[in-house]
């Protein structure tokens, strides 16, 4: 951003904080919505700025990408793939999910959650918090898919460690959802159990993390819906959002 844009930002800005607070010096406490004409200088002179930022960090993770697209840290992996699955969304997002390994649906198309358990996530994320998919960022522990889709071994994961902690480095989401055990117990390097890591937050380098169950486990067990829900809605919370009651 230039350092006239800069300087226009940083006028709209101010000029905004001091409408508020002239607005609460006068005993006002609740606003309704606010006329288009007054938002808009804040939101052209912060919108280039904004878009720069976006560009920067998915140049960024177009780095990685590559260099993951060239990896063979894990021979069985890289021999059975059929690309590598590096992760999609909005770089500057948030709220990141992550997951466990890519599955064949995954696989085959380049992208995670694409397959069943995906469209799960995509109503979990569209239909119940009321995002949209494209506006968080969705990745896995793993950037191939293992063969039969079983487990991670603790050396892949340990192996695709370097670039996950680069995507999280580069997005900086201020909130994780780690969808199942995988992901929860290697992000936070923990044993302890989905169950008992799920209802609450954890620390991860000062992003909140919130854990669980993995739509693939809530295709096999419908009463586990319940118990997520009451996650995501403890997540919206937290994050400021409106909470709907269904």
Same mark, same amino acid.
């Given at each position: ?8 930002? !940083?006028r709209?800005?101010?000029a ?13 406490t609740?606003? !309704? ?8 200088? %804040?939101?052209?002179a ?10 920067r960090?998915?140049a ?7 260099? %993951?697209?060239? *990896? ?71 950037? *191939? ?8 071994l603790?050396?892949e994961?340990?192996?695709?460690r ?14 994780? *959802? *780690?969808?199942?055990? %995988? ?8 044993t ?16 909140k ?24 809605k ?5 994050? !400021? ?6």
């Open positions: 951003m230039t350092q006239q844009g800069e300087a226009a930002a !940083g709209a800005a101010r905004m904080v001091q409408k508020l607070e002239s607005l609460h010096g006068a005993g006002v609740h606003l !309704g919505k606010v006329p288009w004409d007054e938002m808009r200088p %804040v939101a052209a912060i919108a280039p700025q904004k878009t720069a930022e976006a560009d960090r998915s960024a993770l177009a780095v990685v990408a590559r260099e %993951v697209a060239a *990896c063979t840290r894990c021979p069985e992996l890289a021999r059975n793939r059929t690309q590598t699955v590096f992760g999609v969304g909005n770089p500057c997002a948030r709220l990141a999910f992550l997951g466990e390994a890519p599955g064949a649906d995954e696989d085959r198309q380049g992208e995670p959650f694409v397959g069943r358990a995906g469209k799960l996530l995509t109503d979990m994320i569209e239909k119940g918090m009321k995002l949209e998919r494209k506006d968080v960022y969705i990745l896995n522990i793993l950037r *191939c898919r293992p063969p039969g889709n079983r487990t991670p603790p050396i994961a340990a192996n695709c370097e670039y996950l902690d680069r995507q999280l480095q580069i997005i900086r989401p201020e909130f994780i *959802c *780690c969808l199942g055990a %995988v992901a929860a117990q290697n992000l936070l390097d923990t302890v159990s989905i169950g008992k890591l799920r209802g609450r937050f954890h620390d991860y380098k000062g992003i993390v919130l854990c669980t169950y993995h739509p693939a486990y809530l295709l096999r067990n419908p009463a586990a819906k319940r118990p997520t829900w009451d996650d995501l403890l997540l919206m919370d937290e994050m !400021g959002m409106a909470v709907p009651e269904k």
